[in-house]
């Protein structure tokens, strides 16, 4: 079951992640959304109103996607994000010295630059903790299977380190490798090839 799961997974990742052939994220000093499309809400304080470019973010805001809706927004201006359709991510922590998102479901790709010394980002999911300097990847959050969600990860450019509660494990992704990670296994995650498609071709950064 695991196994059918974790290819339902990789397939679908790879039908809907890299479809961006230029996908440029703005390299904004403000914590704000920079590109907004079809159905966006950002809850703040168990509010949803309808997002715009523009839309400061604030600790503890999440960003909701239906399943048309595409929202860019950065992040001190060192990080990229990109939010796809039908997903949810938490703004948790905006300092530059502690930058956290956590996806709860659905699909994130983020650009970063090289960090300061003293700044960290983090990017949490049910069943894993990623942490990054400088690197250009993607999240999946997979909720398909109730009580055992599947954390999909998948780097283009850089290292990405990602933390396993359960089996107390850090895997280390280099370019062109992926991860599955899920709540519960019976054998330990191992590091795959990303799919060609799962490559995050064209991601950039805008100076």
Do not use: C, W
């Amino acid at each position: 079951m695991l196994k059918k799961s974790a290819s339902m997974a990789a397939l679908g990742f790879a039908l809907f992640l890299f479809q961006y052939n230029s996908l440029l994220f703005a390299a904004s000093t403000d914590n704000a959304l920079t590109n907004v499309q079809g159905q966006v809400e950002i809850i703040h304080n168990g509010q949803a109103q309808t997002a715009q470019v523009g839309a400061k973010l604030e600790p503890s805001d999440i960003v909701k996607t239906g399943p048309d809706g595409v929202a860019d927004f950065s992040m001190n201006g060192v990080a990229g994000s990109r939010v796809l359709g039908d997903s949810e991510v938490d703004i948790t922590d905006t300092q530059m010295q502690s930058m956290l998102l956590k996806v709860k479901n659905g699909k994130l790709i983020l650009n970063l630059a090289k960090l300061p010394k003293e700044s960290t980002f983090k990017v949490e999911t049910p069943t894993a903790i990623a942490a990054v300097r400088g690197t250009q990847f993607s999240v999946n959050v997979n909720n398909f299977n109730p009580g055992n969600p599947l954390s999909s990860f998948a780097v283009r450019d850089g290292q990405l380190n990602v933390f396993s509660p359960v089996s107390q494990e850090t895997f280390t992704l280099n370019p062109g490798q992926a991860l599955d990670i899920p709540k519960e296994f019976t054998q330990p995650p191992s590091i795959r090839q990303a799919l060609g498609n799962q490559r995050l071709l064209g991601l950039n950064l805008a100076a």
